[in-house]
């Protein structure tokens, strides 16, 4: 851990919400209570400009991060980051997304590397081998934290990234605001139309091909008639919003599915789940909404693709399926729908398995400590 209180510019290019804005924002909130002066950057309409009040930051500092060939606004980003390099003076350049990354790393590179350089990878998309994207990652970044083992694989799988700096975090969640609550979940099933009898099973997620809906509603489709007493409840919104809602007419199952849209409260949401649901055929990660929902004491049904399973344990947790499958998953949540003491067990397990592995001040402590080793690592390459 850092001996001294630290100064952060933890950034992200991203305008609206989702799991990199949310690991941003909850982190900023966490090392900002442990007294660090953190800053984001971010675009100025971004919702990270609010996230930064909320989380009391120091302040936010703007940057265009614009995508594709932008040199004016590339030129002004630079500009902008020797300013705030030189008045702040800060320890830490965090970068989360693509272009706050290089604007980070190649400004810095351009004063001379005064600031470590840290990049946080957030999913399991490809990073090409090119001679800029080594040297972005091999020569201008100090560290690079992981936020699952499959994401580090995938990257010191490549020869863009030196497995000796890297390391992975797993995002985490407030076990006390995420909590089995039976008022809320009164209030919920009740909001949402479900009698008692009736076992839910929910999923928050994007309505995106990647999060595997449509595996579920086939599983669902498959279960109906055995299980009579099953529901399905999506939250969330997305590009496949209307397909999905036709999928699940020519299934025969939307009488038993209800959408319900994006919610502001998630939290109170997910009370009304028996059984969580993930079954997602890409980028997965350290999915917050799993993490959410085990913390609520709800069993999950996953795929094993990306970092999932690293959270939910086989049998313990819940169940871990092959990605892409139906009948696996079907079976899975049957076991789940007809055993009611199975259910309690697993989600009870579950709370437990996030109180000691994925808490967020576990992601504070650990990326503080990740900090440490990249200033350690900082200070020797540029003595070199």
């Known amino acids: 851990m850092p001996s001294r209180p630290l100064t952060i510019l933890l950034s992200d290019p991203h305008l609206k919400g989702g799991g ?32 930064a009040r909320d989380a009391e930051c120091r302040g936010n500092s703007p940057f265009a991060y614009r995508g594709g060939l932008r040199p004016r606004a590339w030129f002004g980003d630079l500009r902008r980051l020797a300013r705030f390099i030189r008045e702040v003076k800060p320890d830490v350049l965090h970068a989360n997304g693509s272009q706050d990354h290089w604007i980070s790393g190649l400004g810095n590179r351009l004063l001379g590397r005064p600031v470590c350089m840290v990049r946080t990878r957030h999913n399991t998309y490809a990073v090409g081998n090119s001679l800029p994207n080594r040297l972005l990652n091999l020569s201008w970044t100090d560290y690079q934290i992981a936020v699952c083992d499959a994401v580090l694989q995938l990257r010191i799988s490549r020869p863009t990234f030196d497995a000796e700096r890297m390391r992975v975090i797993h995002n985490g969640v407030d076990p006390k605001k995420y909590c089995s609550d039976a008022a809320a979940r009164t209030r919920t099933r009740q909001e949402f139309g479900y009698a008692d ?27 109906k008639s055995q299980y009579p007493q099953l529901r399905l409840l999506i939250l969330g919104q997305g590009v496949l919003d209307q397909s999905l809602r036709d999928l699940a007419r020519d299934l025969e199952i939307d009488s038993i599915t209800h959408f319900g849209g994006f919610r502001n409260d998630i939290g109170d949401c997910i009370q009304a789940f028996d059984i969580g649901a993930q079954p997602s055929i890409d980028c997965e990660a350290s999915s917050f909404s799993v993490m959410e929902q085990m913390a609520t004491e709800i069993p999950i049904v996953a795929s094993d693709h990306g970092g999932t399973k690293e959270i939910v344990r086989d049998g313990k947790d819940g169940f871990i399926v092959p990605q892409g499958t139906v009948e696996p998953l079907a079976d899975a949540l049957a076991r789940l729908l007809r055993d009611p003491a199975q259910r309690r067990a697993m ?18 402590s650990r990326t503080l400590e990740a900090y440490d080793e990249a200033l350690s690592i900082h200070a020797k390459r540029r003595a070199t």
């Open 20 to 51: 990199q804005v949310r690991y941003v924002t909850e982190l900023a909130r966490e090392l900002t209570r442990l007294g660090h002066a953190v800053y984001l950057g971010c675009k100025p309409d971004s919702v990270l400009v609010a996230c």
């Open 347 to 364: 989600g009870q397990s579950a709370r437990k398995r996030i109180e000691s592995e994925f808490t967020l001040g576990l992601l504070a």
């Open 197 to 223: 009898e009736h076992i839910v099973v929910g999923m928050a997620a994007r309505l995106a091909e990647a999060k595997g809906h449509r595996f579920l509603f086939e599983a669902a489709a498959k279960l």
